[in-house]
Every structure is written in structure tokens, then in C-alpha cells.
């Protein structure tokens, strides 16, 4: 198993930028594809960005691309977000989730999940 940790998450004026991390412990954390996931007040989890387990590939939503990074750092354990461009829509508490087997865009595919952290962007 893996236990994920996510911080980093705050208030920031739209335009501005924040990054936030997830801490993993337990089994080799390079074994496994990463996700970040979001999800706002009364909507559903939904998928932000991926990046496969030695960090080669990733994937974005269409939402975030071009405005956010998704990238790892496997010997400190730790994934990272890094959010540029910050908009009221990206309002939300965002997630990281763990998977083998390579990364995917779908909520159901992830084992294994964090607490999760609020990103407020204020208009």
C-alpha cells in the first residue's frame, strides 16, 4: 500500500499561481502512476492532470493545460502541482491518488487517495 499526504493549498487572488505537493509513504512510490484529481461544492471528483511512474508522460485536462504541471520527484517521494494562471473555476479541494500499471484520466482507476487540500482563488 501507499499512504498519501497532500499541502500546500490556500487562498490566492485569480492570475496568481500555487503548488501543491503530496507526500507518499509505504511501498516504492516509483512503482506508481500519480493523479491529481479536484473536485468543487455539490460536482463530481474530476480528473486534472497524470504522469506515469518514472515521469516520462503525462496527461491534462483541457481545462488546465497550458496552465498547470504536473511532475514527481521519486527520490524525496513527492508529487507535485503547480498552478499557474489561477482562475475562481479552479476553486476546489484537490486530491492525489496512486495507481499501478501505468496513468489514466478516470477517477476509478486509482487505489489509493489522500485527504485532499482546499485551493481558494478568489476573483
Known amino acids: 500500500q501507499v499512504q498519501l499526504v497532500e499541502s500546500g493549498g490556500g487562498l490566492v487572488q485569480a492570475g496568481g499561481s500555487l503548488r501543491v505537493s503530496c507526500a507518499a509513504s509505504g511501498r516504492t512510490f516509483s512503482s506508481y502512476a500519480m493523479g491529481w484529481f479536484r473536485q468543487a461544492p455539490g460536482k463530481e471528483r474530476e480528473f486534472v492532470a497524470t504522469i506515469s511512474e518514472r515521469g516520462a508522460s503525462t496527461s491534462y485536462a483541457a481545462s488546465v493545460k497550458g496552465r498547470f504541471t504536473i511532475s514527481r520527484d521519486n527520490a524525496k517521494n513527492t508529487l507535485f502541482l503547480q498552478m499557474n494562471s489561477l482562475k475562481p473555476e479552479d476553486t476546489a479541494v484537490y486530491y492525489c491518488a496512486a495507481r499501478r500499471f501505468g496513468w489514466s484520466t478516470y477517477v476509478h ?11 481558494t482563488v478568489s476573483s
Not at 482507476?109 to 485551493?119: A, E, L, R
Open 109 to 119: 482507476d486509482y487505489s489509493y487517495w489522500g485527504q485532499g487540500t482546499q485551493v
